[in-house]
């Protein structure tokens, strides 16, 4: 995944700093590490709104990421073996699957959280059988300009 959302790393770290990005800790609520570490990932693979003159001409979708939980794992980490033990050869590429499928849990559960909290929003379900990802808008703006990115969106992917 390239780097290619600085605004929208900002825009989340601004998030943070306003404690939008939180979980029920006990009988409070404190901030979530795994949903920052999520929606900076997010944010930083996807393009910047108003996207620039080089994003218009690659038809670039903004603040839009389709890149899917287990690429999300593998960035962050969460898949890496513990021992030599644990690779199992998928495909011709070494993977650990009890821990892609962990990894992909604690994601969806973060994700899940952060569609609550009104972060991020599903606009296309993925489908294992064609195996595409899902479609994650990221709505990190005003509610303003989250309308506008979405239609922009969605139009732009004819849903």
């Keep these: ?35 920052y570490a999520v929606l900076m990932k997010m944010a930083i693979g996807t393009y910047d709104w108003p996207l620039d003159e080089q994003a218009q001409k690659k038809n670039a979708l903004p603040r839009t990421y389709t890149f899917g939980w287990l690429a999300l794992a593998q960035d962050l980490g969460m898949t890496l073996p513990d021992s030599a033990d644990d690779i199992i050869v998928v495909s011709g590429e070494p993977r ?11 994601i969806c559960k973060a994700a899940k959280r952060l569609e609550e909290a009104g972060l991020i929003k599903c ?31 969605r139009a732009h992917m004819y849903l």
């Design 1 to 35: 995944m390239e780097f290619v959302g600085y605004r929208n790393a900002r825009l989340v770290d601004g998030l943070a700093g306003t404690g939008r990005i939180m979980t029920r800790h006990g009988e409070g609520r404190t901030f979530d590490p795994l949903q």
């Design 96 to 106: 650990v699957p009890k821990k892609e499928t962990l990894a992909i849990q604690r």
């Design 123 to 153: 606009i296309r379900k993925g489908n294992v059988q064609r195996k595409n990802n899902a479609a994650w808008l990221l709505t990190i703006g005003d509610p303003e300009e989250n309308r506008e990115v979405e239609r922009y969106v």
